[in-house]
């Protein structure tokens, strides 16, 4: 009986062995060069990362490729083949050429848990249904009629700022205009009151430092089984977002809703557009509401607020491009009857400029993916890859690629003085018909920030912030550690 076992074990193990070689073997059996995997988690090193570290993985994988003179290579995630894109002009293949052969991004949902369904990742023709449907709230006149709700909100940060700059305190930067961007996020989307600056603790703030920074051990092992194994996760129904965040976040949205509806309620925002065209007749379940409002929450402060955040450090080091600025956003202010009308922050240059360098060298999203839904070869290329392979945009990588921006550690405006020109490899808001949809919510939001700190502040770096600035392996959405200190002095 002994012996039968341990045939059984001995035949298993073989038969696993064998399947995991047949797997990591996929990129020899195309010629593809490719980093050595190792089982269980192939090339990526981080077993139980907070936010799977992709973002600095992805800049390994494009220094290693690049370093071997090379356009494209294969990598393994688990035990699935990734294919990483160098060459700008493939990317541009797979984004917007043949993009109806790489629809889907491969993100995990499961329909059995619905906060997880949302634009991010959902597929096929559930996405492009979606998409259709919410492009409607992002055109520029719906932002213009959010514009006023965040010009409130941001009146709100000024009491800290002005008392950080009388007792000559250090700024954690990222903290207090994350603070803003819930606030103005809590307001523009869901006509939430969430009074960061009043309350650091206030239910938003607490829920959007707990998505991206609260992880206990059995949300790590969940988040493990969706990413090394989606589909059996999928089929048992895991979550890749924390119970209490699912929890409570549906619970305010149900609440809102239900609210609004019973009592008529009609606001300037997000969630009353949702409600208009679900009252028009659009099909829309609380479920599919509650996911999508979810996946605008999290895209809409924390990107935002690290953009602002490595904006304004960056304008700290160079004080003359503080001054240029300042210098545009006063006589703008002056030219409007003291205000800063939707246009004027829109169309204020070398803001534009600033923040596009901003964009390039610290892209709050340092990666992407796109999975192929069809078997697939690359044009004027001996390749093939099958459906269901996935291919990494390394955006950080490109961004910082010195035959694409010489000198790229420098924050330099300038690359962006020709307005109408388009840069090889830019990719803040990822590029086709899945780009990101919140790009001029989010633009509005850095730029009226930006605009409005430097009218009323100096900003000087603090010796609380070392330097070199090093990246936190730890998060998703590109984050410094530790945090940016910098001193506010009011003008
Ligand atoms: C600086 C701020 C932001 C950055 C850098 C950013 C970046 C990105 C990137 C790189 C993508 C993937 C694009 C692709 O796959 O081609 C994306 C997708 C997306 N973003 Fe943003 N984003 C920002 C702000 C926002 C905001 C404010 C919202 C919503 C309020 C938002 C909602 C979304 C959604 C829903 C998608 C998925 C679109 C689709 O699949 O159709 N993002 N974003």
């Known amino acids: 009986m002994l012996t039968e076992i341990a045939i059984l074990f001995a035949?298993?193990?073989?038969?696993?062995?064998?399947?995991?070689?047949?797997?990591?073997?996929?990129?020899?059996?195309?010629?593809?060069?490719?980093?050595?995997?190792?089982?269980?988690?192939?090339?990526?090193?981080?077993?139980?990362?907070?936010?799977?570290?992709i973002g600095q993985l992805s800049q390994y994988f494009y220094d290693e490729f690049k370093a071997r003179g090379l356009k494209m290579g294969g990598v393994f995630l688990g035990l699935d083949p990734n294919l990483v894109l160098l060459d700008p002009e493939d990317v541009r293949t797979v984004l917007i050429?043949?993009?109806?052969?790489?629809?889907?991004?491969?993100?995990?949902?499961?329909?059995?848990?619905?906060?997880?369904?949302?634009?991010?990742?959902?597929?096929?023709?559930?996405?492009?249904?979606?998409?259709?449907?919410?492009?409607?709230?992002?055109?520029?006149?719906?932002?213009?009629?959010m514009y006023d709700t965040m010009k409130g909100c941001i009146k709100n940060m000024m009491p800290t700022l002005d008392d950080s700059s009388d007792r000559n305190l250090d700024v954690d930067v990222m903290d207090t205009i994350a603070r803003f961007t819930t606030d103005s996020v809590g307001a523009s989307i869901f006509g939430l009151e969430c009074n960061c600056f009043k309350d650091p603790d206030a239910e938003f703030r607490k829920l959007g430092r707990h998505i991206f920074e609260q992880f206990s051990l059995a949300d790590k092992m969940r988040f493990f089984m969706t990413?090394?194994?989606?589909?059996?996760?999928?089929?048992?129904?895991?979550?890749?977002?924390?119970?209490?965040?699912?929890?409570?976040?549906?619970?305010?949205?149900?609440?809102?809703?239900?609210?609004?509806?019973?009592?008529n309620v009609s606001r300037k925002d997000f969630l009353d557009m949702l409600i208009q065209l679900k009252n028009s007749g659009v099909q829309m379940t609380m479920d599919e509401i509650i996911g999508q409002t979810y996946i605008f929450f999290i895209a809409g402060f924390e990107t935002s607020a690290t953009t602002t955040t490595?904006?304004?450090?960056?304008?700290?080091?160079?004080?003359?491009?503080?001054?240029?600025?300042?210098?545009?956003?006063?006589?703008?202010?002056?030219?409007?009857?003291?205000?800063?009308?939707?246009?004027?922050?829109?169309?204020?240059?070398?803001?534009?400029?600033?923040v596009d360098e901003t964009l390039?060298?610290?892209?709050?999203?340092?990666?992407?993916?796109?999975?192929?839904?069809?078997?697939?070869?690359?044009?004027?290329?001996?390749?093939?890859?099958?459906?269901?392979?996935?291919?990494?945009?390394p955006v950080l990588g490109l961004h910082r690629d010195p035959d694409y921006y010489p000198d790229p550690e420098k924050w330099n405006p300038d690359r962006f003085e020709d307005r109408n020109k388009k840069l090889p490899a830019y990719y803040p808001f990822g590029?086709?018909?899945?780009?990101?949809?919140?790009?001029?919510?989010?633009?509005?939001?850095?730029?009226?920030?930006?605009?409005?700190?430097?009218?009323?502040?100096?900003?000087?770096?603090?010796?609380?912030?070392?330097?070199?600035?090093?990246?936190?392996?730890d998060t998703f959405v590109i984050t410094v550690k530790p945090r940016v200190h910098l001193k506010f002095k009011k003008i």
């Open 431 to 473: 590029d086709g018909p899945r780009n990101c949809i919140g790009s001029r919510f989010a633009l509005m939001q850095i730029k009226l920030a930006l605009a409005t700190i430097l009218m009323s502040y100096k900003v000087f770096p603090s010796p609380v912030t070392k330097k070199p600035l090093e990246l936190d392996p």
């Open 360 to 393: 390039r060298k610290w892209p709050p999203v340092q990666t992407f993916p796109r999975t192929c839904v069809q078997d697939y070869k690359f044009p004027g290329k001996n390749l093939t890859i099958e459906k269901g392979t996935k291919v990494i945009i």
């Open 227 to 263: 990413v090394y194994f989606p589909k059996l996760a999928e089929e048992i129904g895991i979550s890749n977002v924390q119970p209490e965040v699912t929890e409570k976040f549906s619970k305010i949205i149900k609440e809102t809703v239900e609210f609004r509806e019973k009592n």
């Open 97 to 145: 050429k043949d993009f109806n052969s790489f629809v889907d991004r491969g993100i995990y949902m499961t329909n059995k848990v619905p906060i997880t369904v949302h634009m991010v990742s959902q597929r096929g023709p559930e996405w492009r249904n979606a998409r259709v449907k919410y492009t409607s709230v992002f055109t520029s006149a719906k932002m213009k009629i």
């Open 310 to 354: 490595m904006t304004l450090f960056e304008l700290a080091e160079n004080q003359e491009a503080q001054d240029r600025l300042r210098e545009e956003v006063m006589s703008t202010f002056e030219k409007n009857n003291n205000d800063f009308p939707y246009e004027s922050i829109m169309e204020m240059k070398y803001l534009g400029q600033a």
């Open 11 to 53: 035949s298993v193990a073989i038969l696993a062995t064998l399947f995991v070689k047949y797997k990591y073997g996929y990129w020899k059996r195309r010629n593809v060069p490719y980093l050595e995997p190792t089982f269980p988690t192939g090339n990526n090193k981080r077993f139980f990362p907070k936010g799977f570290a």
